[in-house]
């Protein structure tokens, strides 16, 4: 099968493209940043997805199947940029599938879409609202996206769309939200609160992807991997030390005293668990993680130190 | 032993026949650690403090999913906390019993934690679903926040139950097993309810007792559990019919309070529609 990756360059994406190139499909990627090192056959375009030239490589290179991973978090994209690069990424990514013949397009979204709030669910099922946009703005393009997605569903019926709501990924990449938190040797937690966090080792995640491809998945579903556990034992078992703060405090002291640069909502997603149920994934796909947490946290320390 | 570590209580907590990993910890989060600790304090309270006594635990089914529901009172929930030591200490083999809890709880910070480390989740629908079809044990106060809001003189009385158990009892097929909870009011009596102040931390009410403090006195206090009932009907079925199982269970409570608070304090009984 001919799959074609928007943001391949991404760690969990190069790793989706070298298992999907490994298992014999044909890999194809398009992304801004060059993958130095990509192995020989697997064709990347650097360019925009947003732009005229990507659309020409799904006119003259018509992919089977579309994994779009090009989705930025306001970790990586700070500015403006991020909700064009999102939102019209995607509907891009889409209108070129229906009208180049795709067969199926998996967008990775990920759990955050759900929000963290006090009086939420522990276990969010598919069908839970996105709580993100009023507590973190900062996630609203993200949630626009996943829902822009869905809509695939209906305005593109022929397409089998599927978006996958992934949790925290982590492992020898050190890459991605969760991992960023951890890096730092102290890190914070807001006094008082210590909500689940729930994660999954990449290599799980990556083969997740793929397993969505093989089984033509076709409708909204939550990805997870080991039981969650509460935040200050996994700080702990990374090896790291926590500082809990007040949380007025807190606010203040984002990007100083060696703690990490976040934006004042996070706060909610130090105090309130953001977890979800993924049963229907599982009996649907048979999907099972190999990794559990502390092999997952060890193949993190491993790299991360 | 020290107040927060009692090797008897662990001991139990570990005959507890939920899924903890090897790290101790279930998927709802519960920690064993924090189990011991927290119940090691209400094991003191329960045995030395209070002596609470229990009629008819063997009510409670040993396993499988089960909805306890019972009278509320006493300003803060030291009724709910005695009811769950008893599931703990007194059950063959123990049980966890899981309350369904205000919401302001998760904006407290501390209270957070330590709700979500014991397994009291905050009362949503789903979260009752959840913890019943997960064959767990779900702690019910239909009377909800009015309950513990009585005051002295009503502290036998029945007040408004909600009928989303019934709705609920009714989808997940679980039976019901009320209870009667005797000396909540006298311990912790509540002359008034302060509910302007209340509303700048969220909480539904602050309970003044005739010592100010909402700090329970040292009164016996008596925990009946009555005969499992299974409700017949559907979830879907109107108001009415659900209003008419709701007002069946509350009259096995009320004749449950009457056993318990004896027969010269039945006058005080009444259950208000």
């Not at chain 1, 569903?153 to 990449?173: A, I």
């Not at chain 1, 990805?223 to 949380?247: C, F, H, W, Y």
């Not at chain 2, 019910?140 to 019934?166: D, I, M, N």
Request: net charge positive; hydrophobic share 45%.
């Amino acid at each position: 099968m001919k799959v074609l990756i928007p943001g391949i360059t991404g760690r969990l994406a190069r790793t989706v493209a070298t298992k999907l190139h490994d298992a014999g499909h044909q890999v194809l990627g398009i992304d801004r940043r060059p993958w130095l090192n990509a192995p020989k056959d697997i064709e990347v375009f650097q360019i925009d997805i947003r732009k005229r030239a990507a659309e020409e490589v799904f006119r003259k290179h018509r992919p089977e199947a579309v994994i779009h991973m090009a989705t930025v978090t306001h970790l990586t994209v700070r500015n403006e940029d991020r909700f064009r690069i999102n939102l019209f990424g995607t509907r891009a990514v889409f209108d070129h599938c229906a009208h180049y013949g795709a067969k199926r397009c998996i967008f990775v979204g990920r759990h955050t879409y759900y929000g963290a709030a006090a009086d939420s669910s522990l276990y969010h099922g598919e069908e839970d609202p996105p709580f993100a946009m009023t507590t973190f703005p900062e996630l609203a393009d993200l949630v626009a996206a996943d829902l822009y997605a869905g809509s695939a569903l209906w305005r593109y019926p022929e397409l089998d769309t599927c978006v996958l709501r992934m949790c925290y990924t982590l492992g020898p990449s050190v890459s991605g939200t969760l991992a960023t938190f951890l890096k730092a040797q102290r890190v914070p937690m807001v006094l008082g609160f210590d909500p689940l966090y729930q994660f999954i080792h990449e290599d799980d995640a990556a083969d997740a992807i793929c397993l969505s491809l093989e089984k033509k998945l076709r409708g909204v579903y939550n990805v997870a991997g080991p039981q969650p556990m509460p935040l200050s034992n996994l700080i702990r078992a990374a090896g790291r030390t926590t500082v809990p703060v007040p949380e007025i405090a807190l606010k203040l002291a984002f990007g100083r005293f060696g703690l990490p640069q976040l934006p004042p909502g996070a706060v909610a997603h130090l105090k309130y668990p953001v977890v979800i149920d993924d049963s229907l994934f599982r009996t649907t796909t048979g999907f099972n993680h190999k990794h559990d947490e502390d092999q997952t946290i060890a193949a993190f320390r491993s790299v991360a130190g | 032993m020290s107040l927060l570590w009692d090797e008897e209580v662990a001991k139990r907590v570990d005959r507890l026949e939920l899924p903890f990993n090897r790290r101790g910890l279930d998927p709802y989060g519960i920690s064993k650690k924090d189990l011991t600790r927290w119940f090691s304090i209400l094991s003191w309270l329960y045995k030395n403090y209070f002596h609470v006594t229990v009629e008819g635990i063997g009510n409670v089914p040993p396993r499988g999913r089960c909805m306890l529901v019972g009278n509320h009172s006493g300003g803060v929930a030291l009724d709910g906390a005695m009811v769950l030591a008893s599931m703990l200490l007194e059950m063959e083999p123990p049980r966890l019993a899981q309350a369904m809890v205000e919401k302001f709880l998760n904006l407290i910070p501390f209270s957070a934690q330590w709700t979500s480390r014991t397994g009291q989740l905050t009362g949503l629908p789903e979260h009752a679903e959840r913890i019943l079809r997960d064959e767990r044990l779900l702690l019910v106060f239909p009377e909800g926040a009015r309950g513990t809001a009585k005051l002295y003189w009503e502290r036998h009385s029945l007040v408004e139950f909600g009928s989303g158990f019934v709705r609920m009892a009714l989808a997940a097929d679980a039976p019901i097993v009320p209870f009667a909870f005797i000396g909540g009011g006298d311990a912790i009596p509540t002359v008034m309810n302060l509910y302007k102040i209340a509303k700048l931390f969220g909480a539904p009410y602050i309970p003044v007792t005739p010592w100010l403090l909402p700090l329970p006195r040292r009164v016996p206090l008596r925990i009946l559990y009555g005969e499992p009932i299974r409700l017949h009907g559907s979830p879907s079925d109107e108001d009415a019919a659900i209003e008419a199982l709701v007002e069946s269970v509350k009259q096995r409570i009320a004749a449950l309070i009457i056993r318990g608070a004896g027969a010269e304090r039945h006058h005080e009984t009444r259950a208000l529609p």
